[in-house]
Nanobody, 122 residues
Framework: QVQLVESGGGLVQAGGSLRLSCAASGSIVSINLMGWYRQAPGKQRELVATTTSGGSTNYADSVKARLTISRDNSKNTVYLQMNSLKPEDTAVYYC????????????????WGQGTQVTVSS
């Protein structure tokens, strides 16, 4: 069984920084895409940033130049460094990973973390 465990959320003032971490564990052969999504109250879940196993990244326009995604493939861990935070960044942040669990199968499956709350006060 595969688990994604997030950490690093919390309360911060506008202009501050936080760093989120998400570690994947369990039956893992390889991981393709990893990333972060967020969901604010009353809104749909939206993409924040993703990164491939080769290091290519993709960001939502609203977070470019403020948030940075990175990844340690040896630890099956993805990070989100969040700088210059704004009140509109307040949301539950979810980690995502596209994981291959079995050596005899080439199939990848989506996994999600439980979510970590980020609150930015004005």
């Amino acid at each position: 069984q595969v688990q994604l465990v997030e950490s690093g959320g919390g309360l911060v003032q506008a202009g501050g920084s936080l760093r989120l971490s998400c570690a994947a564990s369990g039956s893992i052969v390889s991981i393709n895409l990893m990333g972060w999504y967020r969901q604010a109250p009353g809104k749909q879940r939206e993409l924040v940033a993703t990164t491939t196993s080769g290091g290519s990244t993709n960001y939502a326009d609203s977070v470019k130049a403020r948030l940075t995604i990175s990844r340690d493939n040896s630890k099956n861990t993805v990070y989100l460094q969040m700088n210059s935070l704004k009140p509109e960044d307040t949301a539950v942040y979810y980690c995502y990973a596209d994981i291959r669990e079995r050596r005899w199968s080439s199939a990848y499956h989506d996994y999600w973390g439980q979510g970590t709350q980020v609150t930015v006060s004005s």
